[in-house]
């Protein structure tokens, strides 16, 4: 019977759940907002639910609708909130001078993404010293599992069954970044098999993406290493150059951790 209770869901955890989801749609939306219609379709809950928490979500300073667009963001609370926890976290300490060594010697743009939920957050980005840079990905930038080169690379070095899960849960998101479940399965099998992820079209066309995945200390993956280049810096020479040096930063990242 106290097995029985504890799997019971707990009174108000559905809605707390839920405008969690609302919230984290929202920030994917950044500066720009996010339609009503979009948070209905990214989350599946119902037009009428979404209105319910947005509104009670704005009444709170969680959220702010632009009356230009309609569209509903992030509220300046967010940041306020924010400040109780200004330090900076383990994964960025431990990463800060493999980033800038690793950086260096590729000269293309290196991008720090963490999982976060089902998404993944750009948390840290280094601009390289070759003259044409990849810049298509800003720090703060939120997407689904498995849109992104690092989501990919990330889901990769997960359990199959939990990374199955996790693509299931976004497959309505999939459609607002022209991606669809077959293509990211196939993706996130070739990538086991590789050891790291390759993306051969870019976020932005004419570019090229690499990722390798980095893991807790529980073992589990918790954000990846990209490097991103125009199509000519990783041809079939300079690609496993690079794929190494990215496997050796995630290991030094990990042993740190």
């Keep these: ?11 108000g955890a559905q809605a707390i759940r839920r405008a969690l989801a609302v919230l984290r749609i929202l ?8 339609s009503l219609a979009e948070v209905v379709r990214a989350t599946g809950l119902t037009r009428p639910t979404v209105h319910r928490i947005v509104h009670v979500l704005i009444e709170e300073g969680i959220v702010e609708r632009n009356e230009r667009t309609g ?26 001078d493999i980033l800038d060594r690793t950086s260096r010697q590729v ?11 089902n998404d993944t957050l750009c948390v840290d980005r280094r601009i390289g010293s070759h003259p ?8 703060g930038a939120r997407r689904p599992l498995g849109v992104s080169s690092a989501g990919v690379a ?6 199959a069954p939990e990374a199955r899960r996790i693509v299931a849960a976004n497959e309505k998101r999939f459609a607002g970044y022209r991606t669809d479940v077959a293509t990211i399965v196939a993706q996130i099998a070739l990538a086991r ?14 570019t090229k993406s690499i990722s390798t995945w980095i893991k807790s200390a529980d073992g589990q993956p918790a954000a990846a ?16 150059e690079v794929a190494e040096i990215l496997l050796k930063a995630a290991r030094s990242i990990q042993e740190r951790l």
């Design 225 to 240: 290493i990209t490097v991103s280049a125009v199509r000519g810096r990783l041809g079939p020479r300079r690609e496993p």
């Design 193 to 206: 098999r590789r050891g790291y992820n390759l993306r051969d079209v870019g976020l932005v066309q004419g």
């Design 154 to 159: 990330i889901l990769a070095a997960m359990p």
């Design 71 to 96: 569209c509903y963001a992030v509220g300046g609370q967010v940041p306020e909130l924010a400040l109780a926890r200004p330090s900076r976290t383990a994964l960025l300490v431990a990463a800060e």
């Design 27 to 34: 920030a994917s939306g950044r500066e720009q907002g996010v």
């Design 107 to 117: 000269g293309d743009t290196l991008f720090l993404t963490v999982r976060t939920g």
């Design 132 to 139: 044409i840079q990849v810049l298509s990905i800003q720090v």
């Design 1 to 11: 019977m106290r097995a029985a209770r504890a799997a019971e869901p707990k009174p």
